[in-house]
């Protein structure tokens, strides 16, 4: 068991030995940036993400006296429900405009980048045509 005094420095010493073996991440500021989204994420998943919904279960305490504060913030979102509802409304409206508009974008940047890719392999092939009868 570790004494209180040498807590911090055996908490680095086991920090530095699980990153010398691969199971921690570089120390850094992108650090956390894979346990957030390993890669960019999915219109599926974004699209579940524009979505959004209050659970007013979710609102809890963890204080030692925690059941009033609980109870109290549950009766606010109560009386606040019709405000609430709206906001959240305009937001998932918002979002969903928006993750439209990038697919559009990522549709016409994909057509642009083929339309670049066939001109491009039509001015090669018009020098080496060029070349050839030249």
Known sequence: ????????????????????????AAVGAAALDD???????????LSRWAVIEGDPQLLYSTRRAGAPITALKRMIVHLLRQYLVEVEARQTRFNIALLASVQELEARVARLEQAAGAAAEGRREEAADADATG
């Open 1 to 24: 068991m570790t004494r209180p005094e040498d807590a911090l420095e055996h908490a680095r010493a086991e920090a530095a030995r699980k990153r010398a073996a691969g199971e921690y």
């Open 35 to 45: 346990s957030i989204v390993s890669a960019r994420p999915s219109i599926e998943l």
